[in-house]
């Protein structure tokens, strides 16, 4: 929690099957200018994991942000909503913004 009371944010990305590669490689080169202006943090993107439970999944993003307000600001955004539609071309998601807490 920050000095004013708010609470962290993720935004969880789950790349479930790719389906046009050509247009997730148009959502790679437009994504990372999305971020002007927006407080994130990129905390993993595409690393190795592993499945521990649920379906089998391509990848995974997870994205830090000051606020709920703040991820909703970045998602919502012109910018980003106009990079995405490649990404809902390109593959099948799921996304949920997630209220954080910072714990010790």
Same mark, same amino acid.
């Given at each position: ?7 962290? *944010? ?16 148009q ?12 407080? *994130? ?18 990848g995974?993003v997870?994205l ?30 799921? *996304? ?9």
């Amino acid at each position: 929690m920050s000095a004013d009371g708010t609470k962290p *944010a993720y935004i969880v990305f789950i790349k479930e099957a790719t389906l046009d590669a050509d247009e997730m490689s148009q959502y790679g080169a437009a994504v990372g200018a999305t971020f002007e202006g927006h407080d *994130a943090q990129v905390l993993a993107a595409y690393d190795a994991h592993e499945v521990v439970e649920g379906a089998p999944m391509e990848g995974v993003v997870l994205l830090r942000f000051p606020s709920v307000e703040a991820a909703r600001a970045w998602y919502f955004s012109p910018a980003y909503q106009a990079a995405a539609q490649h990404r809902f071309r390109g593959a099948r998601y799921r *996304a949920v913004i997630t209220e954080g807490r910072v714990i010790g």
